[in-house]
């Protein structure tokens, strides 16, 4: 039995993460009929944002993490689909991105908190 605190941490976000999953598979499958578009969308890295700042990692983290304006600009590509074409699917940030032409390492750079920094996959992401 795991007792550590990271531990029972992850498995709550684990938990978490999966049923959302779930719960895009089967929305899309119920409003199929309706053609309403039912997506997940998830970072392929971390993303700097208060938590990251606060309670992950601090300044350390922050700066290997892309800034949320990728999950923008994600989200309106998948959101601009047709959604009788584009339903059911977990799509990752930079993928949506370069699907589009708006990938590759220099297009995705501007999304780097701090330029050059490496950068810190999404605990999720394997």
């Known amino acids: 039995m795991l007792r550590s605190l990271v531990g029972s941490e992850m498995c709550i976000r684990d938990r978490s993460k999966y049923g959302m999953s779930m719960c895009v598979v089967g929305h899309a499958e119920e409003f199929k009929v309706d053609k309403i578009a039912v997506n997940g969308l998830w970072p392929r890295t971390t993303i700097a944002t208060a938590a990251v700042s606060n309670l992950l990692g601090g300044d350390a983290l922050m700066k290997m993490s892309r800034t949320p304006q990728i999950m923008a600009g994600a989200a309106h590509c998948v959101l601009t689909r047709r959604s009788d074409l584009c339903t059911g699917n ?4 930079d993928e949506v991105l370069a699907s589009e032409g ?13 330029a050059g920094a490496p950068l810190v996959p999404d605990l999720y992401v394997f």
């Open 90 to 93: 977990l799509f990752l940030d």
């Open 102 to 114: 708006r990938g590759g390492e220099e297009a995705l750079s501007k999304y780097a908190y701090k």
